[in-house]
């Protein structure tokens, strides 16, 4: 009898293909299909709540980012819910921000969806939002790649993109104060946690600065955020 031939996995493949391509290349394309296999994930029970726990990505002018969304039990026909964005700290995630801030709870409770954006750590390796990198641009495209998911999410007929909320704590409280302040008429409420205010820092190192108690006056930090 013929031996069945298995389908080669896709390490291997690019392997081949790496043979003639390059392998600096190759190691760049399997990251890349790496991370987006990492991106795709099941439907599972919220944490620390219940209703619809999903997984997905977007893709904005800083790359692709993961999210995840939950949805609360029982939605009606025609109903439109506030949608809050949750934005975490450094070190944490999408997932572990939920666990500890308990969120679904309240969302179940008073009906409302919540958004949890997640920083990738190929951007920042302390999974921060890079809210203070306004010399080069960095701040601002993960600014607009957060509002590209919001507007993603918001494309379900179940949410209402007129009563949108932001909220973040540490870097996360950094990131929503941008995302308010570049786009005020996107948002009805915005609250920060232990961040510093946006324009208050340009660079790593004046980030540090920043948080160690050392911003620049306000009106010094708007002019350099804008």
Known sequence: MPRSRKTPHWPMTLFRVGQSAGFAQLRRAAKSIGRALQG???????PRGSGLWSAGMAIGPA?????QLLLPPGLRAGERLPLLVMLHGCTQDASGFA????MNRLAVQQRFAVL???QDRHANLQACWNWYETDRGLAFREAATVLAMIDQVCLLPALDGERVAVA??????????LLASRYP???AAVA??????PGAAHSTAS?????NGHAPLAAAAGRRCW
Do not use: C, D, I, N
Request: proline share 7%; no cysteine; net charge positive.
């Open 116 to 118: 949890y954006p997640e």
């Open 99 to 102: 666990q500890s801030t308990r």
């Open 185 to 187: 008429t996107r948002f």
């Open 63 to 67: 790359g692709m980012r993961r999210y």
């Open 168 to 177: 973040g704590m540490s870097a996360g409280a950094s990131m929503a104060g």
């Open 40 to 46: 795709v994930r099941p439907v599972a029970k919220a």
């Open 207 to 211: 980030a540090l600065r920043a948080m």
């Open 192 to 197: 920060m946690h232990s961040g510093v205010p």
